[in-house]
């Protein structure tokens, strides 16, 4: 009997150790022949621990599954949690898996299952390619920044191949610290052999030598997957030196950030990795040119870099077939907040927001009303459900004053008081700053203070003003995105439920075009 139990962190929080030890417990009294693999998650987060044992028919899921549900999963008679063939659940059914095709299947630190499905595929085929091929591949894909900006990955990595240094870097940005998100988690924990495929195949592209992953500290079945994945890839000539028999040299180590949101900002990253407070640097010189210890460093989002194996195993247009418009390929979105299926739904660009949320999501898990959703972390706007018709894409997003950023969505039900989200926003702000320009460290100060009174109806007419005045001096006078994107949620808040605010309809607001 083959039976699969995830050991994501987030189906660890709710009992997956337990449910597993208790199979292994009693599959042992029962004089059962028990093969227990520990998977990573499937990504639908409601229904773990999801357990799932191997039939001729498929795999059959049950969840959530207690400790106490072992003996009838092993007995088969596990109705009251059963939930047919893992693959017809229709969350699961609807998904284009490409950068997840193999969450929740494979043994996440087994290689050999690694290659079975497919894994090394895009890294052969990019050597036999070489770089200029190579580089065309992921231009052709149209893979844009999966890390927020949504920059041409390609165009980075062309930059990086033409420019002449002694030495080259690759840095992935694991820090992850968008609210509600954990696409990257689910990598590092259940796919770690396709970030350094990833990222060697962007060794091989550009000539880099080393690489870095940086993983945020509250990660540590993260990082400790990655170092175990890592030592397998070394042993096996993955990594190291003439990896597979070619003249590719690269090896890959881990750093550990400490916490500060700013530090996922690529500048501040850089600065930690060299041993230095997170302060973000001056552009330019684009890191691209002069990166880590001041040498051309690509540097991208793990979802990125994730992207990469399938774009050259099965080519660029079997990626951008997917998408619509700019945003080609597709999008591991990230349901969380107040919704009733929380999870990771990955899906080609174009579907409409709302789609996510009501149909997908199945609404708020309160069972009340939606009222709002923030769209790209804690710097997105919050749409209101009016705008739910919104496609998920790019320029989509950029139009209605949004972000699409790393993929998260927070659901919110109508109890929310946006006059206390806008609030949090600009003390997110505050509490996280750089403090590297005035703007964003003094402006999100005050700003806070300003909300307070507008929130205690003090002199609310010219509150509200100078609230919008302050927003446009973060706006545009920001040295990064921190600064200059806080004004996205804030102004949203107020533009779309200036009710909470105490205001009349307020003016539209102009939110510039996306940038870094
Ligand atoms: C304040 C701030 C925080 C950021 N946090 C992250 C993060 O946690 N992860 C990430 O990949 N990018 C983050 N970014 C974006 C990075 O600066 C950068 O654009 C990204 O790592 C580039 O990779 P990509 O092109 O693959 O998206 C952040 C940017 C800012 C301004
Ligand atoms: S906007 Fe804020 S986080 Fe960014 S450089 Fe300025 S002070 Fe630092």
Request: charged share 20%; hydrophobic share 45%.
């Amino acid at each position: 009997m083959k039976i699969f139990v995830p050991r994501d962190a987030a189906a660890i929080a709710v009992g997956a150790d337990r449910v597993a030890a208790a199979l292994r417990r009693l599959a042992a009294e029962k004089g059962l022949d028990l093969t227990l693999v520990r998977t990573s998650s499937r990504g639908l987060f409601w229904l773990e621990p999801l357990v799932e044992v191997e039939t001729p028919a498929g795999r059959i899921a049950y969840g959530p599954a207690t400790a106490a549900d072992a003996g009838a999963i092993l007995d088969g008679t596990a109705t009251a949690i059963a939930l047919g063939l893992v693959e017809e659940i229709p969350f699961l059914k609807r998904q284009t898996r490409l950068t997840f095709a193999r969450a929740g299947i494979t043994d996440p630190l087994s290689l050999s299952d690694y290659r079975a499905h497919g894994g090394y595929r895009g890294l052969e085929r990019a050597l036999s390619l070489g770089i200029e091929a190579t580089l065309e591949e992921v231009k052709r894909s149209g893979l844009r920044g999966r890390g927020g900006a949504g920059f041409p990955t390609g165009i980075k990595w062309e930059t990086v191949a033409r420019a002449t240094a002694p030495r080259k870097y690759i840095v992935c940005n694991a820090d992850e610290g968008d609210s509600g998100t954990f696409a990257d988690r689910m990598v590092l924990e259940g796919d770690p052999f396709l970030l350094i495929e990833g990222m060697t195949i962007a060794a091989a592209a550009t000539g880099a030598t080393q690489g870095f992953v940086y993983i945020r500290s509250e990660y540590p079945h993260g990082i400790a997957a990655m170092e175990q994945a890592l030592a397998i890839a070394r042993q096996e000539n993955l990594l190291g030196t003439a990896i597979l028999g070619s003249a590719v040299d690269f090896d890959i180590e881990v750093r550990v950030g400490a916490g500060a949101y700013v530090c996922g900002e690529e500048t501040a990253l850089l600065e930690s990795i060299e041993g230095r407070r997170g302060q973000v640097r001056a552009k330019p010189p684009i890191p691209a040119l002069r990166g880590l210890f001041g040498q051309p460093t690509v540097i991208n989002n793990t979802l990125s870099f994730a992207a990469i194996p399938f774009i050259l195993a099965q080519g660029a247009a079997a990626y951008a077939d997917f998408g619509m418009g700019r945003s080609r390929g597709t999008m591991p979105v990230q349901l969380a907040g107040n919704v009733k299926h929380g999870g990771l739904f990955e899906t080609g660009f174009g579907i409409a927001l709302g789609e996510l949320v009501e149909n997908i999501g199945g609404g708020t898990a309160s069972g009340r009303p939606v009222r709002a959703v923030q769209a790209g972390g804690p710097l997105g706007a919050y749409f209101p459900t009016a705008q739910f018709d919104t496609p998920y894409d790019y320029e989509a997003f950029t139009a209605r004053g949004g972000l699409v950023g790393h993929g998260g969505l927070v659901v919110f039900d109508d109890t929310v008081d946006m006059a206390r989200m806008a609030r949090f926003a600009m003390e997110f702000c505050a509490i996280e700053s750089c403090g590297k320009c005035t703007p964003c460290r003094i402006g999100s100060t005050r700003g806070t203070e300003v909300i307070d009174r507008i929130i205690a109806g003090h002199d609310r007419a010219a509150n509200i003003t100078l609230l919008s005045d302050l927003c446009e001096t973060l706006k545009f006078g920001s040295l990064c995105a921190l600064g200059g994107f806080t004004p996205y949620p804030v102004m949203s808040a107020l533009t779309h439920f200036p009710e909470d605010f105490g205001a009349p309809p307020s003016p539209a607001v102009a939110v510039p075009a996306a940038a870094e």
